[in-house]
């Protein structure tokens, strides 16, 4: 079992460097959106309108959600599986890539470097909605490249280490597990007033999830921040100073080490639905942000990536030689 998950997330990551996230409204990410949101609507009428009524319909919207998406996972994985090993090896591989977004934000904040680059606004804007939760129809240009910085930085965690540790833990399934998380926490986990008691656990949930993969993320894009020969000292004293700074418990890890390695500043006051988010700022502002600072991020993303799948594999190795030898 231990070679099989192995195997099926080779397989997932090479799917995902190879196609990244198909385009559509039948791509399995797009159908767990679309679920959450009509669960969403469905459990706001049907729960009164006080805090402990929403507080629960929070929580029935996580089980209800995880309970849909892992059972269908489970019944695919266990046909296949009964079918032939290859079968299932094939099955999970393609759970894998489904959770797995590498290529998808890689794609995107590139395309945001070359706006940037060629002073085009409005093509800034329409990437960064691509990888960002964010209302960034009035950002300017430095304001859009700083929100590009931050999502790469924090969506290497959520959409790529935060999978493969959890692929690592519980194969495919595993990796479906956690990216149904992170689609709660970005559908209704805002800390606005209308998804205050609403998103409150499934909020608190992905702070969970994502605590031991936000820890490793930074310490893998330390390693890159020197493979890159960017920052690194900085990179060190700012993740040690600026981590906790974030309203998540998780994202300052990464946006820390980004924001050390580049000399940058990153976090500013952010709207989200209309609503005014006050978040703190992260790092020191050597320089003004420049395009070259979002390329840079795109390359410490990647380079983590690679990092996390090649530490995964290094792990699950060691585990099955040990168990081979018990």
Known sequence: MLMNSLCALALGFVLDMLLGDPAGGLYPLTLIKKLVKALENTLRKAYADSPEAQNMAGVMLIVMTLVICLGISAGILLVCYKLSVVAGIIAEGILCWISISSKYMRISVRGVFRAARSGNIVSARRYLKKISCRDVDS??????????????????????????????????????????????????????????????????????????????????????????????????????????????????????????????????????????????????????????????????????????????FIIKTAISVAVAFI
């Open 139 to 312: 950002l300017d240009m430095d304001e859009a490249m700083r929100c590009a910085v931050e999502s790469a930085s924090e969506n290497t965690i959520d959409w790529i280490i935060a999978p493969i540790f959890w692929i690592g833990i519980f194969g495919g399934m595993g990796g479906i597990f956690c990216r149904c998380v992170n689609i709660l926490d970005n559908t209704v986990g805002y800390k606005t007033e209308e998804y205050r008691h609403f998103g409150k656990y499934p909020a608190a949930l992905d702070d969970v999830v994502m605590f031991f993969p936000a820890r490793i993320a930074a310490a893998l894009m330390r390693l890159d921040v020197s493979f890159l020969s960017l920052d690194g000292k900085n990179a060190r004293r700012i993740y040690r100073r600026d981590r906790k700074k974030s309203l998540s418990p998780n994202s300052g890890c990464t946006q820390s080490v980004c924001a050390g390695a580049l000399g940058i500043q990153l976090g500013s006051d952010e709207y989200y639905g209309g609503q005014l988010v006050r978040r703190p700022v992260i790092g020191i502002p050597q320089r003004p942000i420049e395009p070259s600072d979002v390329y840079w991020a795109n390359q410490l993303s990647c380079g983590t990536a690679a990092y996390g799948v090649v530490l995964c």
